[in-house]
């Protein structure tokens, strides 16, 4: 749906929170919640969609008349499709998918492939002249490519080039312009806004621009603007919190590199302030052990008082050293819903989900807004509420947070 001035703003979740194996299985839980929750929030216009589709779900989409099925579907709803998440490439009910959820990365073929048909499917589900982002993953994972392996990033800049190509030629010949914004995340090659703007300089703007202009026959110069109007960044506000960044210099850091914010997810993490007391850190770590069963990872990086950082690869090796003393904060990468701002003594990382809200209102740096709380089903038993009110309930906070007028929300706010 489109809030705010002039509807500058299409908001909308992303079907990650459907859990489901299958093309089929999604489209049933598209078809159980999205016509009712359109109708508790925006019945006399159109509402939107964020697709999460893994790589086996897009061959099924596109096989056969599916994808006509699905078209008719929207289009007999008023529903419609502006982004699409092309983070994990498999299925997401697995016990365990922790850094797995990183693979393949951009070295690989089937990354590529998988991205392609991501393309087609938005580019088949946009109207004419439209706009649509694809979210994907920040290259790959940190520990698996070296510091000073310039094989790889070279490998990762000509995958990424290839499919540049591919929507740039979409919009010359239909005038969609769809964009594959990357997400940086902790432990991924890219998890800092600075790392960010470090490899468009250095990578993809140099070898990119190179290997473009050779393979589509173009100039260098042409080659550089393709490459930044269709290679962007996915601004998780959850990541952004747990790295400590601060949101106004993040976001002017990237402004400076050239980068466009190609979408906002909208998220929040868990922030916790460790005690000083032996027995209450106990309490904490016991406090924070449910939190541990999910299948994701969900990396913890810590604040002392003189600004020191701590770092785990997740949560469960993280609770031993809750026992080695010392002040300060942990924030957590454990999406939570956006208004449960505190839980039982645990706060949410809510208040720089504000802070990027407000700098959009103000700014517009980006026009595609995603809530994306995947974690229903791993919460605490208390705070998994009715899913149809939880999506609700996050639509609203996300309006209240940006401080938009009855008129520009444009919708419902009760049920």
């Not at 997401?92 to 492939?113: H, N, Y």
């Not at 004419?128 to 994972?141: A, D, F, H, K, M």
């Not at 400590?244 to 993490?269: C, H, M, N, S």
């Not at 007391?277 to 999910?294: I, K, V």
């Amino acid at each position: 749906m489109r809030i705010g001035p002039e509807g500058c703003f299409h908001l909308t979740y992303c079907t990650k929170i459907h859990p489901g194996r299958g093309w089929e299985a999604l489209f049933g839980n598209l078809r159980r919640y999205a016509p009712a929750l359109k109708a508790r929030l925006a019945p006399s216009q159109p509402f939107g969609l964020g697709l999460r589709l893994s790589a086996a779900e897009c061959r099924e989409l596109l096989a056969g008349d599916r994808l006509a099925e699905f078209q008719d579907f929207l289009a007999a709803h008023d529903l419609y499709v502006f982004t699409l998440n092309g983070f994990p490439y498999g299925d997401l009910t697995g016990p365990q998918v922790k850094a797995g959820i990183f693979a393949p990365d951009w070295r690989q073929p089937d990354r590529v492939r998988y991205t392609l048909d991501l393309i087609e499917i938005l580019e088949r589900l946009l109207p004419p002249g439209g706009e649509g982002s694809i979210s994907t993953i920040p290259l790959s994972y940190k520990a698996w490519i070296r510091a000073d392996d310039r094989e790889a990033r070279g490998l990762m800049v000509r995958n990424l080039a290839r499919v540049t190509a591919a929507m740039a030629r979409i919009k010359a010949a239909t005038g969609k312009l769809i964009h594959l914004d990357l997400e940086p995340e902790p432990d991924g090659l890219l998890e800092e806004s600075g790392e960010v703007a470090d490899f468009f300089r250095d990578w993809l703007l140099p070898e990119g621009a190179r290997i473009l202009a050779e393979t589509a026959g173009i100039d260098p110069a042409t080659a550089s603007q393709w490459l930044l109007e269709h290679i962007g960044v996915c601004l998780d506000t959850c990541h952004l919190a747990v790295e400590f960044e601060e949101p106004a210099a993040a976001l002017k850091r990237l402004e400076a590199a050239g980068l466009r914010v190609g979408k906002v997810q909208i998220t929040a993490g868990l922030k916790v302030a460790l005690p000083g007391e032996a027995g209450a850190r106990a309490a904490l770590a016991r406090q924070l052990t449910p939190f541990t069963g999910s299948p994701y990872l969900h990396q913890v990086i810590g604040c002392d008082a003189a600004g020191g950082r701590v770092r785990f690869p997740d949560l469960a090796p993280a609770l031993p050293h809750l026992s080695e003393g010392g002040k300060g904060d942990w924030r957590i990468h454990y999406h939570m819903p956006l208004f449960v701002e505190h839980y039982q003594g645990l706060a949410s990382t809510h208040a720089d989900t504000r802070a990027v809200l407000t700098l959009l209102r103000e700014h517009r740096f980006s026009r595609h807004l995603e809530i994306e709380t995947y974690t229903w089903e791993w919460l605490p038993p208390d705070l998994k509420l009715d899913l149809l009110d939880s999506l609700h309930r996050e639509y609203l906070w996300v309006l209240d947070a940006m401080g938009l007028s009855a008129e520009e929300k444009g919708f419902r706010l009760s049920p």
